[in-house]
Nanobody
Framework: QLHLVESGGGLVQPGGSLRLSCTAP????????VKWFRQAPGKEREGVSC????????SYHDSVKGRFTISRDNVENIVYLQLNSLEPEDTAIYYC??????????????????WGQGTQVTVSS
């Protein structure tokens, strides 16, 4: 089981940007499919974006398509989630999770065995 660490959250105005980072000290993130989830107060957790191994195939929740971008830096062992054009509805705790499966297609939350503690994103004027 990986120890995942998220960072990069904060308070930003609507229309602003943030870049979230997910690291796994001592493990090679490139060997895992990594997905970002988020949970807003009073709402269920939802998957935001996922990146597969090797071909870096990506997927996005419809609500963030065109605004968020997931990527890997395998040299630095980091998975990023770039958040642009942020809206108040994006306010949530964002978690990264890693799966030993290589491809994101068909994976459910239970397939992700390692989770981080989360980083708070607040979008407000």
């Amino acid at each position: 089981q990986l120890h995942l660490v998220e960072s990069g959250g904060g308070l930003v105005q609507p229309g602003g940007s943030l870049r979230l980072s997910c690291t796994a000290p001592g493990f090679i993130l490139a060997q895992y499919a990594v997905k970002w989830f988020r949970q807003a107060p009073g709402k269920e957790r939802e998957g935001v974006s996922c990146i597969s191994v090797s071909d870096d195939r990506t997927s996005y929740h419809d609500s963030v398509k065109g605004r968020f971008t997931i990527s890997r830096d395998n040299v630095e062992n980091i998975v990023y989630l770039q958040l642009n054009s942020l809206e108040p509805e994006d306010t949530a705790i964002y978690y990264c999770a890693a799966s030993e499966y290589h491809y994101c297609e068909g994976l459910v939350p239970a397939d992700f065995g390692s989770w981080g503690q989360g980083t708070q994103v607040t979008v407000s004027s």
